[in-house]
């Protein structure tokens, strides 16, 4: 196992290249879905405040 | 010539939202299951290379991650083309989506590179190399695509001007491949692709096209999921946005 690790001498090489690389790999799994549940949210409170100007609109038209 | 429906579909932002949305599990699985798989065959199973010695085993992160840079920078060219030409919204969405991803993927590639130059060349970085310089300009062109969308608050305006930037970088995409021909370069010429005869052993080049492969369903995984969040943020208002959000909320 300890030899593995040691890659012929250039461990710290390999595994800092394989490390960097699994950190930009799971910075862009984490960071493609926070955008989107950002956005989603950010829809949701526009749609919610949006709401109550439109209610009496509907209530307006089933009126007439 | 009339075109077929599901060509038409690719124009609805609900049904690429729903398509990308569906696509992404499976993408983002399959892609980290391979890169997994090749990882360790990589690291663990491939035989050790006769001149480098253990070290050559970056051989199965880095021109991966630089392949992905200038696949995502040729698709965001593209796409960037397409949405000026036919002021499309959905295709700057596209373009939008790949420069994080291309950006990074870049990065990662300059860095890995830096790693396995010390070793193997001699030195972390050399200024005279040419692929190293277009790939920098690379990384270069899709932080100055990010800002340039940045300084403007108007998103149409952002989409066309950031859309000619984008188109006129995709000629260092070529320049990139083909530096290590044109000019004397630290860098090997092309390996895997000359299809004919490549020249890896099979040992090696298995696991190294399992992790092409898994990088390439990764990449597209990232891109429809940023594709759906560009679409809920262009769809601000929209009926079936909407709907999609109450239904979520309460």
Redesign the interface.
């Known amino acids: 196992m300890s030899e ?1 690790l040691a ?5 710290s ?2 595994w ?3 490390g ?2 699994l950190a ?2 799971l ?3 984490w ?3 926070a ?2 549940r ?3 949210r ?3 409170r ?3 405040a ?1 709401e109550p100007a439109r209610r009496p609109k509907v209530s307006q038209l089933e009126g007439e | 010539m009339k075109l077929p429906v599901w060509f038409h579909r690719f124009g609805s932002p609900p049904w690429v939202y729903g398509f990308a949305g569906a696509c992404v599990p499976w993408l ?1 699985i399959c892609g980290v299951l391979a ?1 997994a798989i090749g ?1 360790y065959w990589g ?2 199973i491939a035989p ?1 290379d006769a001149v480098q ?3 050559y ?2 051989i199965y ?2 021109p991966q ?1 630089a392949y992905i840079g200038m696949m995502a920078y040729t698709l965001m060219g593209i796409a960037a083309g397409i949405g000026f030409i036919w002021r499309i919204k959905l295709a700057h969405a596209v373009a939008v989506g790949a420069a ?2 291309g950006a ?2 870049t ?2 590639a300059l ?2 590179g830096a ?2 130059g ?2 193997t060349w001699g030195t972390y970085w050399e200024w005279g190399d040419p692929r190293i310089m277009f790939e920098l300009l690379l990384l270069f062109l899709f932080l100055g695509y990010l800002a340039l969308r940045a300084a403007f608050d108007d998103r149409d305006k952002a989409d066309r001007v950031s859309a000619i930037l984008a188109v006129v970088g995709v000629v260092n995409v070529p320049i990139i491949h083909f530096s290590v021909d044109w000019w004397n370069s630290l860098h090997q010429t092309a390996t895997v692709m000359q299809l004919d005869d490549p020249a890896m052993d099979p040992e090696m080049l298995v696991p190294f096209l399992i992790m092409v492969g898994g990088f390439t369903l ?1 990449f597209y995984g ?1 891109l429809f ?2 594709l ?2 560009g679409i ?2 262009r769809e ?2 929209a009926r079936w ?2 709907e ?3 239904g ?2 309460s």
């Open positions: 593995f890659m012929g001498g250039h461990g090489y390999v800092t290249a394989y960097i690389t930009i790999l910075w862009n799994l960071s493609a879905g955008m989107l950002r956005n989603l950010r829809a949701a526009e749609t919610a949006d | 983002l890169i990882a690291l663990a050790t010695g253990e070290v085993r970056i992160i880095h991650t994080p991803i990074t993927f990065f990662g860095i890995t790693i396995w010390r070793p990764l990232l999921r940023r759906q969040a809920v943020e601000s208002g946005l909407r999609l959000v109450e979520a909320a």
